[in-house]
């Protein structure tokens, strides 16, 4: 899937001491079922309901409705939070990653051909096993390939029978010394076919994404033996349950990367603040990088 544009809703909190703070909410195929609409909807009941109750009164009235409407949720909390960390401003210097698709195969290898050493590409996958393949080959051609790591982006794009047939070719390929994981290869509910993949190939990592909105995610994906997780604002909720999915995430020894790459600067400069705080829980480099993209592309 390849995104040309996407819709951004803002929401401001004001209290009654005169003081604002503006968080995002990217409605977004794949992470919920909420359409626009739906978020609009639910951001206008909540700001009537939510009048007058102080921030920890209104953020447990919001609480309870983060599994069922992510996005909707994480607007607001993400608000809430944003008065407790007064010095949440975009930092420079740090490390992200670099886009890239297999359908766009010149521009991939360009790319690689071009970057200085010890980047890491994302690659985003098609599901297209042969397209997937023929991108692969032609990376393993570039000449400097081996300076660079790869995380290689699925977006559930494969059915079983067909990430099984990726796979064995990722497992012959000379780049798999070079690939980080293989990210959400399935779709987000199929827990199985990912436990499934995990045992037959124990040497691919897999992160899941899509398949991560809460703790009790975190807790399942480490039992069935998932090296890496995905983190990201708009799907765990506000800052305070991003930090608290990443510390268990940590504490159960596995990787964790953070980042949205469809958002703007407002949720991407809480992510990497967040990042530029605790890097200590965090598996280089970001991938918080939607504001780039956005302004690379001139949306």
């Not at 005169?18 to 626009?36: I, Q």
């Not at 010095?87 to 490390?95: A, D, I, R, T, V």
């Not at 993949?197 to 807790?219: C, F, G, H, Q, R």
Request: charged share 25%; proline share 4%; net charge negative.
């Amino acid at each position: 899937m390849t995104l040309e544009k996407f819709f951004v809703i803002e929401l401001e909190i004001g209290l009654s001491d005169g003081s604002k703070r503006t968080a995002e909410v990217v409605p977004l195929l794949g992470y919920s079922s909420e359409s626009p609409d739906d978020i609009k909807n639910y951001l206008e009941k909540m700001a009537i309901k939510l009048q007058g109750q102080t921030l920890l009164k209104a953020r447990y009235s919001i609480i309870p409705d983060i599994q069922k409407t992510p996005f909707s949720t994480t607007a607001l909390l993400t608000a809430i939070d944003s008065f407790f960390f007064d010095s949440l401003e975009l930092q420079h210097g740090l490390p992200f990653c670099i886009p890239t698709s297999s359908k766009e195969i010149h521009e991939m290898s360009s790319i690689v051909t071009n970057l200085k050493n010890n980047d890491t590409i994302k690659i985003k996958l098609s599901g297209d096993y042969d397209l997937d393949v023929n991108a692969l080959n032609v990376l393993s051609r570039v000449p400097n390939h081996s300076l660079h790591r790869y995380r290689l982006d699925a977006n559930q794009a494969y059915e079983l029978d067909s990430a099984y047939e990726f796979f064995s070719f990722l497992r012959d390929s000379k780049l798999l010394r070079y690939v980080d994981y293989v990210e959400q290869p399935l779709g987000a509910e199929d827990w199985e076919g990912h436990e499934q993949l995990l045992k037959n190939y124990a040497d691919i990592p897999i992160m899941l994404d899509e398949s991560i909105v809460t703790t009790s995610e975190i807790v399942r994906a480490h039992k069935i033996g998932v090296p890496f997780v995905k983190l990201k604002l708009f799907k765990q909720g506000g800052i305070l349950e991003l930090l608290t999915a990443s510390q268990l995430a940590s504490d159960l020894n596995m990787g964790i990367v953070l980042g949205n790459g469809v958002a703007t600067k407002i949720s991407n400069r809480v992510e990497i603040e967040l990042y530029h705080r605790f890097k200590e829980l965090y598996h280089a480099p970001l991938e918080a990088n939607g504001f780039l993209k956005i302004h690379s592309k001139g949306f």
